[in-house]
């Protein structure tokens, strides 16, 4: 369930949410516009945007994040996404306080990929809990899934420290063994059995170039429903976020923020060697990351459901992920993000 936003916040956010992106707007127009002149104001927006970049964010394992615990309570050591793939699908799990929510997504994922693997020996799978430091026992309802499947079917990855979703995301990237990863959020909000219609879109985007190619899951063809239930305040929200993406970012893409994503391991190696953004906003600057490189990308629609429990504050969230998409398009405008691809061990 999002947290209530106080009485007195409604009315000024509301006023703010309609007016970001007309300053987003006039801003990247100043920009383009304003002289070279160190003393414009836009150029000066600019210049803050670059100094305050880091130019590749140094990917860090703690010590403890090397390893995972197995079903028999040992040991091993995390496999990287420069080994050769050894499984057909990699399922990347990011979960923050989940112990709640988890039992059911886990129940209909792993039913489903069981099912699928009776029916096809040669399917081969793993399903990667990513624990985002949770303060609940979001790791101890992992191992129950673990100790069922066993640790070659389902691994519990647990950081020391919060890194956000696109942090625990690439953690459990960078973790797989899968020709194909899937992004998939612990609330269950996406049926699992959608992942055939994003298996088709990636499917219908071959030859891919360098093997490379991406299939997002969305929930666009719901948005007039959405419209409905939702509060104008929150409405106003949902389309200036829209438009924000649109504008800065990604063109092509309706929904960005889908959390049900399904990469081939090439893609995701280039992809999340050169991520800055850990928050909410990875997710847009993952698609703006692939849309450089020329990633083909399928848009495919999904069958989703809200759940309660949502971790996103719908009014401050929303306004950090404002800031994050301006920052994306200038400091990868003013060449501080560049399109690296960083060793990721």
Same mark, same amino acid.
């Given at each position: 369930?999002?947290?209530?936003?106080? @009485? #007195?916040?409604?009315?000024?956010?509301?006023?703010?949410?309609?007016?970001?992106?007309?300053?987003?707007?006039?801003?990247?127009?100043?920009?383009?516009?304003?002289? +070279?002149?160190?003393?414009?104001?836009?150029?000066?927006?600019?210049?803050?945007?670059?100094? !305050?970049?880091?130019?590749?964010?140094?990917?860090?394992?703690?010590?403890?994040?090397?390893?995972?615990?197995?079903?028999?309570?040992?040991?091993?050591?995390? @496999?990287?996404?420069?080994?050769?793939?050894?499984?057909?699908?990699?399922?990347?799990?990011?979960?923050?306080?989940?112990?709640?929510?988890?039992? &059911?997504?886990?129940?209909?994922?792993?039913?489903?990929?069981?099912?699928?693997?009776?029916?096809?020996?040669?399917?081969?799978?793993?399903?990667?809990?990513?624990? $985002?430091?949770?303060?609940?026992?979001? !790791?101890?309802?992992?191992?129950?899934?673990?100790?069922?499947?066993?640790?070659?079917?389902?691994?519990?990855?647990?950081?020391?420290?919060?890194?956000?979703?696109?942090?625990?995301? +690439?953690?459990?990237?960078?973790?797989?063994?899968?020709?194909?990863?899937?992004?998939?959020?612990?609330?269950?909000?996406?049926? %699992?059995?959608?992942?055939?219609?994003?298996?088709?879109?990636?499917?219908? &985007?071959?030859?891919?170039?360098?093997?490379?190619?991406?299939?997002?899951?969305?929930?666009?063809?719901?948005?007039? $429903? #959405?419209?409905?239930? +939702?509060?104008?305040?929150?409405?106003?929200?949902?389309?200036?976020?829209?438009?924000?993406?649109?504008?800065?970012?990604?063109?092509?893409?309706? $929904?960005?923020?889908?959390? %049900?994503? &399904?990469? !081939?391991?090439?893609?995701?190696?280039?992809?999340?060697?050169? &991520?800055?953004?850990?928050?909410?906003?990875?997710?847009?600057?993952?698609?703006?990351?692939?849309?450089?490189?020329?990633? @083909?990308?399928?848009?495919?629609?999904?069958?989703?459901?809200?759940?309660?429990?949502?971790?996103?504050?719908?009014?401050? #969230?929303?306004?950090?992920?404002? +800031? $994050?998409?301006?920052?994306?398009?200038?400091?990868?405008?003013?060449?501080?993000?560049?399109?690296?691809?960083?060793?990721?061990?």
């Amino acid at each position: 369930m999002e947290l209530p936003l106080p @009485p #007195s916040l409604p009315a000024a956010a509301a006023v703010l949410a309609l007016a970001l992106p007309g300053l987003a707007a006039l801003l990247l127009v100043l920009v383009r516009a304003a002289p +070279r002149s160190p003393r414009s104001w836009a150029g000066a927006i600019c210049m803050i945007a670059h100094v !305050t970049a880091r130019k590749m964010p140094t990917f860090h394992r703690h010590e403890k994040e090397k390893f995972f615990v197995n079903a028999e309570g040992r040991k091993e050591s995390v @496999p990287s996404i420069h080994d050769p793939p050894t499984r057909e699908l990699s399922v990347v799990v990011p979960s923050y306080n989940e112990e709640d929510r988890l039992p &059911l997504m886990m129940d209909e994922a792993l039913g489903y990929l069981e099912k699928r693997q009776k029916r096809d020996p040669s399917f081969t799978y793993e399903v990667i809990v990513v624990d $985002d430091g949770s303060k609940d026992e979001t !790791t101890k309802v992992a191992m129950k899934y673990c100790k069922k499947y066993g640790s070659d079917k389902v691994r519990v990855l647990t950081l020391v420290k919060n890194r956000g979703k696109g942090g625990a995301v +690439r953690m459990g990237v960078f973790s797989s063994r899968g020709k194909k990863i899937l992004m998939v959020d612990a609330d269950g909000a996406t049926k %699992f059995a959608d992942i055939e219609k994003v298996e088709e879109g990636l499917k219908n &985007l071959q030859p891919w170039p360098n093997e490379m190619a991406i299939s997002c899951g969305s929930r666009a063809h719901l948005e007039k $429903d #959405s419209v409905a239930k +939702r509060s104008y305040f929150r409405t106003i929200l949902m389309y200036g976020f829209h438009f924000l993406v649109w504008f800065l970012c990604v063109k092509k893409i309706r $929904d960005t923020q889908c959390g %049900f994503k &399904l990469l !081939t391991r090439e893609a995701a190696l280039r992809t999340f060697s050169t &991520l800055h953004i850990e928050r909410w906003a990875f997710d847009v600057e993952l698609l703006y990351i692939a849309q450089r490189l020329r990633i @083909p990308i399928a848009e495919v629609a999904v069958n989703w459901t809200e759940i309660e429990g949502s971790k996103l504050v719908p009014f401050w #969230s929303w306004l950090q992920m404002g +800031r $994050d998409l301006l920052f994306i398009r200038l400091r990868y405008m003013t060449g501080a993000w560049q399109l690296e691809t960083r060793k990721c061990n």
